[in-house]
């Protein structure tokens, strides 16, 4: 038997061998829309996931399935370019097997990117907004056991507060992670505005779980790419969220290096 962090483990062993580094300093996942973000950064490596232990290549359009190592400043930081989302029914561990190599690869600071659903109509489709605190409507978790950990500071104030230096408009919600695959209906993106939340999507909670169990300090970032359902009388497709992507590319590239010039 192989254990979560034995294959994490493995993972960042492969990384430390494939980039010739022994440790990274930050890692990053790419989600929807954020594809682009990493490509201003000199590249030290990318790999494929199918060459990294415990990793599968990612089955969504617009997630394309590698881990790039950039040098970013003095930096060396971990570029997860697609995810493994609950949906793919690869179970939970699999959902966060890269935060935990990213643990086990020596990252003390992991910046969460989400492509999301938005409740606040003043967050037109391709406005990124700071993630300030989380829902989990996921019914599951990543951890196992007596594992009571504290999730009161689960996005990190400091690295909130230098989001906000590098671009003061940006405005902060909370995001609540449904199982997905299929979007919510109306009611339910109403249920999950009465509970609390501004954003709706189907990642990123699971994934600061389990990076709150590693001790890592967490940025998360979500880009709206589409009104929740019921709120703009349209449906939804996951072209028009492609396409959100695209049109914010540039500001989100220039959001996230700025951020992790000081993160
Ligand atoms: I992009 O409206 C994207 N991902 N659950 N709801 C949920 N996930 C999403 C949405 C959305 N848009």
Redesign the pocket.
């Known amino acids: 038997m192989t254990t979560a962090e034995e294959l994490a483990a493995q993972a960042a062993a492969a990384i430390a061998e494939r980039t010739g580094l022994e440790r990274h300093d930050i890692a990053v996942v790419l989600g929807?829309g954020w594809g682009g973000a990493a490509d201003s950064f000199p590249v030290t490596a990318d790999i494929p996931y199918e060459q990294l232990p415990g990793f599968a290549a990612s089955a969504v359009t617009g997630h394309s399935g590698s881990l790039r190592s950039c040098a970013v400043g003095d930096k060396n930081v971990l570029f997860f370019a697609g995810r493994t989302h609950y949906y793919e029914g690869r179970g939970v561990d699999a959902v966060v097997h890269g935060v935990r190599t990213a643990a086990a690869a020596g990252c003390t600071v992991l910046v969460l990117t989400n492509?999301?659903?938005g409740l606040n109509p003043d967050w037109p489709p391709g406005t990124p907004v700071i993630i300030r605190d989380h829902i989990n409507l996921t019914a599951t978790t990543p951890l196992v056991g007596a594992n009571f950990v504290d999730m009161t500071q689960t996005y990190s104030r400091r690295l909130r507060d230098i989001a906000r230096t590098v671009d003061p408009d940006l405005d902060e919600g909370v995001y609540a992670q449904?199982p997905?695959p299929q979007?919510?209906t109306p009611a339910e993106v109403r249920m999950a505005g009465i509970l609390g939340a501004d954003l709706?999507?189907?990642s990123t909670v699971l994934e600061a779980i389990a990076a709150r169990a590693a001790g890592l300090e967490i940025l998360g970032l979500s880009l709206v790419?589409?009104a929740?359902?019921g709120l703009s009388g349209e449906a939804?497709h996951h072209a028009e969220?492609l396409q959100a992507g695209k049109d914010a590319a540039t500001r989100l590239s220039d959001l996230l290096s700025r951020i992790l010039e000081q993160a």
């Open positions: 929807s492509g999301c659903g449904f997905g979007y919510e709706v999507g189907m790419t589409n929740a359902a939804l969220v």
